[in-house]
């Protein structure tokens, strides 16, 4: 287990994920951002802003409960600090309109305790994000970019 204590930019419960600000100091991971969803570790102590927190980076923390073992937990879109199943992070995503980072935080290795293995945030681009036009006749639209340098030429597109 490798522990490291750092300054807690804002209230901190034991058991949140948290990531480094550019402060240097910690705060609630939350999904919304590549940076914020940059998981350092789970906090194992409360903390309040600017008390120092101790923070697990790769051990296995046993103070959970209802925990499904062999089941993963990513940071809540929704709930910073929370760790929620696939699932939740999914329903939250579908529910709302922004992109979310997925992180995979570690793995349940028993009902109350969770291996930390904290993986890259992957960007989960929102289903639910469209371009909305008024009326097709203001704008006129030949092609589309994509983030990868594609386009779909919209003469040729078939709906």
């Known amino acids: 287990m490798s522990v490291v204590s750092l300054v807690a930019d804002e209230a901190i419960s ?3 994920a948290v990531y480094v600000t550019p402060a240097g100091k910690v705060a ?12 350092a570790g789970l906090a194992l102590n409360d903390a309040s802003t600017g008390a120092l927190v101790r923070v697990d ?3 296995v923390f046993s103070s959970f409960s209802g925990l499904t073992p062999g ?13 929620v199943t696939f699932a ?3 329903a939250d995503l ?22 930390i293995s904290v993986e890259p945030p992957q960007l989960l681009a929102n289903p ?4 909305l036009l008024e009326s097709s006749t203001v704008s006129q ?9 594609s386009f779909i030429d919209l003469e040729t597109a078939s709906a």
């Not at 639910?128 to 371009?131: A, D, F, I, M």
């Open 14 to 16: 034991a058991g949140n």
């Open 28 to 39: 609630n991971a939350i999904a919304t951002s590549r940076d914020t969803a940059s998981v």
């Open 57 to 59: 980076v790769d051990g």
């Open 71 to 83: 089941q993963y937990l990513y940071v809540s879109l929704l709930t910073p600090g929370a760790l």
């Open 88 to 90: 939740q992070l999914a």
């Open 94 to 115: 579908a529910a709302s309109t922004v992109d979310a980072f997925m992180t995979n935080v570690g793995e349940a290795v028993s009902t109350t305790s969770f291996s």
């Open 128 to 131: 639910n994000s469209y371009l």
């Open 141 to 149: 639209f030949d092609a589309l970019l994509l983030e990868n340098g």
